[in-house]
């Protein structure tokens, strides 16, 4: 039996050198379609948003302004959150669009309130967008890190890839970690992606 790849701790799941579905795409052509259901965060990242929430705020549509109405009273308890504990933000109908949902924090023109608010104050990315959110379509969690697919299904596909010209990928697509490289040293460092650049075959 093959071994396993790991990087420190984090196994480096197999669907990371698959093929890429396309190459990323972009707002105007998605929408922030990832962003139909909201996303958990560690409670500790609403305290941090919630600490700049005069900043978040001026970067959002006045009836969203109010930060008692951005994240659920949910609590969950998962060993993924840095404090063990986290929470939900809102979703409701996205500015300008009546009936379709979306996080709380997406705006008009599909970008992200705690994004616009980051850059301008100057933050370091990720600022104050979440993890999870700076990281898809690639995702850590209990240990593996992986190509998320499964939240892609959630929101009807999305996976910040535009399809090629025919499906399923050419020959010659590039793996999926090298699209996805500024994700995956967000999530592992750029250590952790010259692990999966070293081409042996050790998946199983």
């Known amino acids: 039996m093959a071994r396993k790849r790991y990087f420190d701790d984090v196994w ?6 698959l093929p890429a579905r ?24 609403v305290q941090r948003i919630l600490d700049h929430a005069d ?24 060993r993924d959150f840095p404090s063990g504990f986290g929470t939900a933000t809102s979703v409701g109908d996205r500015p300008g669009q009546p009936g379709r949902p979306g996080c709380v924090f997406v705006r008009a023109d599909h970008k992200c309130a705690l994004q616009v608010a980051s850059d301008a104050l100057g933050l370091p990315w990720p600022g104050l967008k979440p993890f999870e959110c700076a990281t898809f379509p690639v995702l850590l969690s209990e240990g593996s890190l992986r190509w998320d697919r499964q939240s892609a299904a959630r929101a009807h596909g999305a996976d910040c890839q535009q399809p090629g010209p025919r499906s399923p990928p050419l020959p010659g697509q590039p793996p999926f970690y090298r699209v996805f490289r500024r994700e995956i040293e967000l999530a592992i460092g750029k250590a952790g992606w010259h692990t999966l650049q070293g081409g042996d075959r050790s998946e199983p």
């Open 55 to 78: 900043a978040v705020a001026a970067h959002m549509d006045d009836d969203r302004g109010n930060p008692d109405v951005w994240f659920t009273d949910e609590v969950l308890e998962h």
């Open 12 to 17: 480096l799941h197999p669907s990371l050198r």
């Open 22 to 45: 396309g190459v990323p795409c972009a707002l105007s052509e998605c929408g922030a379609a990832c962003c139909v259901g909201g996303i958990w965060l560690d409670v500790g990242h």
